[in-house]
């Protein structure tokens, strides 16, 4: 089975422009983030896929696969089918499995890729998978730049929300705090399917690829992570991962990668 690992990255984040090149510990973020998964024994290969030739030129410096894509896109998915399009016609391959791993989360571990995909190895009928950890902090849950997402009873994603859900406003407080891990594995037909369709009212309003999937009477499968991550969505979010990354034991991988 060929599973392919795709990492979406651009320049002009709206949030914090320039990001995937914002420097961790003498290193930009992209990079470290294709380091991590590269270092993943299931996938056959990792790819960043870009619409700016700085991230891509420096993806090649560092002896990695960069893919050009359309600079119109506006989910990270969407950028994913286009680069994966392109990888399979360039490498005369097809592609079975495409991981996407967004280049705004350092602190991706190889083993999350392992979780994300197994699912579906082992049940041909799951399409797409993605993780979901918990969140430890009423801060956290509040913030808009965590996607918050509620699940039925056998772990489908019910909705995902930049606002607190389910809601702590009617006397329950202890409610489950669940969060959106952008590891996110796509069967290559369901992800060329997803990309045929046109974005839904939910999907603009929530910016979140995958209510294009639930508004479309289709299942995402969440799977439970316990490893901590955090997405760079600011400065702050920024200094507090160069913080979290210090004593990491993972970059010491690197250099065989």
Known sequence: MNIISIIPARMGSTRFPGKPMADILGMPMIGHVYKRVKISKLLNEVYVATCDKEIYEYI?????????????????????????LTIENDENIKVDVMVMVQGDEPLTFP??????????????SIKITNLVADIHTVKEFEDPNEV?????????????????????????????MKKQVCVIPFTRDFLLEYNTIDPTPLEIIESVDMMRI???????????????????????????????MRNDNLIEGYHDV
């Open 60 to 84: 090649e410096s560092i002896g990695g696969k960069a893919v050009m894509t359309s600079d119109c896109h506006e989910r990270c998915s969407d950028r994913c089918a286009e680069a994966m």
């Open 111 to 124: 083993e999350m890729i392992d979780e994300a995909v197994e699912p579906m190895l082992k049940d041909s």
């Open 148 to 176: 918050k997402v509620v699940m039925d009873k056998n772990y489908n994603a019910l909705y995902f929300s930049r606002e607190p859900v389910p809601s702590r406003k009617k006397g329950v407080i202890d409610v489950p």
């Open 214 to 244: 639930l508004e479309n009477g289709m299942s995402v499968k969440m799977i439970p992570t316990a490893y901590e991550t955090k997405a760079v969505d600011t400065q702050a979010d920024l200094n507090r991962v160069i913080e979290m």
